[in-house]
C-alpha cells in the first residue's frame, strides 16, 4: 500500500501512545502517509465507505520506534551491515527510524557525506534513516568537523561514537558551535586514560576471568567535565550510553541544577549485567562493558524514573570471525534492532515498568530531543506505526535475525512481543494486514 492509496482505518487496536498518556482501545486512519484521525473508541464514528478497514484484534498499536543509535557498515564495510539490511532489521523490529552512527569509512564528517546517507535512505524506501555528524574531522578528537554545514545538510546531532573526545578545549568549541545551529552533541563518558585495553568492569568478577578492566568510576570522571562544560557552554548534551550508579547520581544532580543533558541507555545494560560473560562468551562483550548487577538496577530505575529518558539499540553488527576470538580480542557491540522491542517489554512484564513510561523512551522522547514529527498518535502526524503483540511467547534464535551479523546478545532467550506490521508513511515496510 503507498501513501497516496486507498486510506486505511485500523479498528480495534490498544492504542499505545505516551506522548498524550492514552492507554485503551481506539482507532486509526491513514490517509496520504499521515494519520488524519485518532478515535479513542474500538471503531470510527461515522466511517467512509471509501476506507480499507483492518480490525485489529486488540493488538497493541503504538507509534513506531525511533532509535538514535544505530551502526552500519556502509559505507566501507558493507559485509557487517548495509544501510538496506539495517533499515530490513529496523522494519522487522517496529523501529520506523534510526540515526546512524558517522564512524563509517570514509566518516561521516562532511555534508558529502551526510548526503550520500540520506539519498541511499530515499533510494531503499523502507524506514527513514537520519545520520549523526562526526563532532570531529575522521574522528580523530582533535579538529573540529564542517559542522554548520554538516546541520544544514541533514545531520541530527554530532558525535564521535565510541570514542571519547579528550581534549576540552576542542569539545568546548564543539559544544558551543552545535548551540549556534540547534543540534546536540552526544558524548561516550568514558575517561580513557583509565579505561584503555579493559574490556570488562573492574571487579572480583574480572579478575577471576583474568580479563583487563577499568573502574566504573571511569565514567563518572569523564561526565563530571562534560556537564561542567555542557553548563558553561549552555549546549544541549546527550550522555551516550550511561551505564554506573556513579554517574546515574552525577547526572541527576546536574540535572537539579538546569543543566541542558539528556542521557540514553542501551538495552543491553539494561537487560544484562556482568555475570551474563559467564565462560567467556563474547556475544557479551560489549562497549561500555557489562556492569555489576547494583548498576543495572540503577540504570532500570533511572529509565522508569525518567532520569534516562531514552533508550536505544546500541545496534553494532560484527560477523563472526569478528566475535569467535578470545575474549579480549573479539571485537565489541551487538545487534539490536529486532530485539529492542521485545527485550524492552521483558522490562514491563519482569520489572514492572509502565509499559507507556518504557514506550515513551523509544518514541516521544527521542522524537522530542531530535525535532522530530514522529513518535505520536495524533492527528497530521506521521503514519509511522508498530502493531505488535506484547504477549506474544518468542524464542531469539540469533540465526534468523534479519541484520547481516547475528551477534546477538538474546540469542537463545525467552522474550515476549511480536511485531505483526510495520507502517512507514502509511506504507507497510514489514508484516502484512490481513
Known sequence: MSGAGRPLALINARLLDPASGYDGLGCVVVTEGVLADVQHRPTLYAPSSDLLVHDCSGLALAPGLIDIRVKTGEPGAEPKETLKSASRAAAAGGVTTMVVQPDTDPAIDEPSVVDFILRRARDIELVHVHPAGAATRALDGRRMAEIGLMAEAGALYFTDADRPIVDSKIFRRILAYAKGFGRPVAHRPAEPHL??????????????????????LAERVMLE?????????????????????????????????????????????????????GDYRTFFRLDPPLRGESDRLALVDAVASGLVEVVTSAHAPAPAEDKRLPFSEAAPGAVGLETLLPALLSLHHDGGIGLLELLGAVTAAPARLLGLPAGRLARGAPADLALFDPQAPRVIDAATLVSKSKNSPFDGRRLQGEVRSTLVDGRIVHGELG
Open 225 to 277: 567535565r562534560d556537564l561542567a562544560l555542557a553548563e558553561l557552554t549552555g549546549a544541549d548534551l546527550i550522555v551516550d550510553q550511561i551505564t554506573t550508579e556513579g554517574a546515574l547520581e552525577t547526572l541527576a544532580r546536574a540535572k537539579a541544577r538546569g543543566v541542558q543533558v539528556t542521557a540514553t541507555a542501551s538495552i543491553n545494560h539494561l537487560c544484562f549485567n556482568e555475570v551474563d560473560i
Open 195 to 216: 579505561t584503555a585495553g579493559a574490556v570488562a568492569t573492574e571487579g572480583a568478577l574480572a579478575s577471576w576471568l583474568g580479563l583487563p578492566a577499568a573502574p566504573a
